[in-house]
């Protein structure tokens, strides 16, 4: 049971990336996945959700309309596309789950890090000129 984050990658400000977080040994059919992201110094913070149940997203104001997060079920697998990039984007970003079968994972709201019970390792996004 994994969670693969990769994608990460050197961009100059206003580039773009693609995250992608791929699970094996399980599906992903009740889960909401997150991405959050810690720079150096800074708490985790999240940035974006989408349940699979519903397909609800949620962002964190300072990427809307510039991230979208997406996912393939048959690749078991959820994105995060990153357009515009500045460098307060900047950081390692981890994929998590959230969700049971009993109690199924939401996004109306990105909620706190301790919520979610199982993590990706992290991939390191740098934006720089």
């Known amino acids: 049971v994994q969670l693969q984050a990769s994608g990460g990658g050197l961009v100059q400000p206003g580039g773009s990336l693609r995250l992608s977080c791929a699970a094996s040994g399980f599906t992903l059919d009740y889960y909401a996945v997150a991405w959050f992201r810690q720079a150096p110094g800074k708490e985790r913070e999240g940035v974006s959700c989408i349940s699979e149940v519903d397909g609800s997203t949620a962002y964190t104001d300072s990427v809307k309309d510039r991230f979208a997060t997406s996912r393939d079920k048959a690749k078991i697998t959820v994105y995060l596309q990153m357009n515009n990039l500045k460098p307060e984007d900047a950081g390692t970003y981890y994929c998590?789950?959230?969700?049971?079968?009993?109690?199924?994972?939401?996004?109306?709201?990105?909620?706190?890090?301790?919520?979610?019970?199982?993590w990706g390792q992290g991939t390191l996004v740098t934006v720089s000129s």
């Open positions: 998590a789950l959230k969700g049971t079968l009993e109690y199924p994972g939401y996004c109306s709201t990105l909620g706190s890090p301790s919520e979610y019970h199982f």
